[in-house]
């Protein structure tokens, strides 16, 4: 790690927004407490945020309702929805750089990579989704008796959204994109470890024509301003990204108030199988970058690598050597692959699971350490040996972390893929097209990539099987989750029986 100031590869820039947004305004808690949002880099405070609570939410929520019910949002032809919301797009690329820096500073995410990914993708999400607002459409009904029949599809109401700190911005219009297009209104809690980009789109959300109370965001913690979301009588749905821990909660929460919908995506121990038949350079390529990218914060990270015994040997001497040569340093420097961890307490997570696998007899073959004197930095670690039901190879640990484990044919492959309570996500490394669709039909995940990883796009529904969750983001499947069907049914003619 070199000692170089972030300040030499780009401008830090200034923490603008740090208080509630609710109807329109930033506001103060009504507590007027608030807390602090630290720097992964150097765990130094960045700046002092409103700590929204329960009186924060209520109001937030009623500034939402009154939007949904009296406001002109839901009631916009699709295309004026749209239009806004093209426009919000224009504004978020016109700031690109301050908000990738804030992500940065905020997340210890890749300065490079926000830039040239997370921030551009924001804007597509929102362009994405402007464009099937006005293409909201339920269906004629072909009744088997005298009656015409059809459908509406209808906004759902307020919707609460609580998203994570691993992808401030990517999570933040994954959920609120669609959301919007549907004609709802929104809640919306970051990670009170990521507020300062989401306090940002709020502000930017308002200067591209967002009517008052239709986009608030409430910064604070899961356990009380989080709580206070999935308990309020007056949301008609929740969406939560989180653990799977925390996702039990939630589904608690709703069904013990109004009964509101619930969509969650929780935590996943996502496997890639690497066939004999698999190019040994991408395929390490693709593990490595699988469990690494992003410091291995990400929920379908491929942290499970099972390597075919043909090409097991080859396979580790290469990423070995490739994890050697993996640069972790300051985010905002273009040459680092990978920043801080998020925080203290996940930084010594990771250490944590990196220990219990020394114990339980895994083999380290690379890194396993912190390092710097400063900042939440971890080496890439490799472990080898791994059984299925060492706390390495079965809990999402969250970290640059993997386990590598080798199968024999490809039915103990599959077998070994679905060994999890997680369905999120799998890799399939393999030439053979009939290995590559035999694998992916048979195991239980929501997303399933061949011979690449990471295949996200705004067409494709992305979410989980089993303990990973539930309903779909991305896609149509992500708009029609924000809308009700309601049936019309009319009489043809007078009917003795109607």
Not at 28 to 43: A, H, L, N, Q
Not at 349 to 369: D, M, N, P, Q, V
Not at 390 to 411: A, N
Request: proline share 5%; glycine share 10%.
């Amino acid at each position: 790690m070199g000692s170089q100031s972030s300040e030499s590869f780009v401008k830090i820039p200034e923490i603008k927004f740090t208080k509630l947004f609710i109807n329109g305004d930033f506001v103060d808690s009504v507590s007027g407490k608030t807390f602090e949002t630290i720097d992964p880099r150097t765990g130094e405070v960045i700046a002092r945020i409103a700590e929204g609570d329960k009186e924060d939410i209520d109001l937030a929520v009623k500034a939402a309702r009154h939007a949904f019910d009296h406001g002109p949002w839901p009631r916009f032809p699709g295309s004026e929805r749209g239009r806004i919301m093209m426009k919000f797009a224009e504004i978020i690329e016109e700031h690109n750089e301050e908000i990738a820096a804030l992500d940065t500073l905020d997340a210890g995410k890749l300065f490079s990579w926000g830039k040239a990914v997370d921030i551009p993708a924001a804007s597509r999400s929102l362009r994405y989704y402007a464009g099937a607002a006005d293409k909201i459409h339920g269906e004629v009904l072909k009744m088997s008796r005298e009656l015409h029949g059809y459908t509406l599809r209808e906004p759902i109401g307020v919707v609460g959204h609580i998203i994570p700190w691993n992808f401030p911005t990517s999570m933040f219009f994954m959920k609120v994109s669609p959301a919007l297009a549907a004609g709802c209104t929104i809640v919306l809690k970051p990670a009170e470890q990521t507020p300062l980009s989401a306090l940002y789109y709020a502000h930017l959300a308002k200067k591209a024509g967002i009517p008052d109370g239709v986009l608030n965001v409430i910064t604070g913690y899961g356990s009380t301003a989080g709580a206070a979301i999935t308990s309020h009588m007056d949301i008609d749905k929740v969406c939560f990204t989180g653990s799977t821990e925390v996702g039990r909660k939630v589904m608690q929460a709703a069904a013990t108030s109004n009964l509101k919908q619930v969509s969650l995506e929780l935590g996943g121990k996502s496997p890639m199988l690497i066939f004999n038949d698999a190019d040994i350079d991408t395929a390490t390529d693709l593990a490595l970058r699988g469990v690494l990218y992003n410091k291995g914060e990400v929920c379908v990270a491929s942290s499970r690598v099972y390597v075919q015994e043909g090409i097991y040997d080859e396979f580790v001497k290469k990423l070995v050597e490739k994890a050697e040569n993996w640069v972790v340093g300051d985010p905002f420097d273009p040459s680092s692959n990978q920043g801080p961890q998020i925080d203290k307490n996940q930084f010594e997570k990771i250490l944590s699971y990196i220990e219990h696998g020394k114990r339980e007899g895994a083999t380290l073959l690379a890194g396993g350490k912190p390092l710097g004197s400063k900042g939440y930095y971890i080496e890439p670690t490799i472990f080898a040996d791994v059984k299925e039901d060492m706390l390495v190879g079965k809990d999402e640990i969250f970290g640059p972390v993997m386990s590598l484990m080798k199968f024999k044919t490809m039915e103990d492959g599959i077998k070994s893929a679905n060994n999890t309570k997680y369905g999120l996500a799998a890799g399939i490394v393999t030439k053979d097209l009939n290995v590559a669709n035999t694998v992916s039909r048979s195991i239980r995940a929501g997303i399933i990539w061949i011979n690449c990883y990471f295949g996200f796009d705004n067409d494709c529904p992305y979410g989980g099987y089993k303990m990973s969750g539930f309903g779909r983001d991305l896609g149509m499947e992500a708009l029609n989750k924000y809308l009700q069907v309601k049936s019309v049914v009319t009489p043809i003619f007078n009917s003795p029986w109607l």
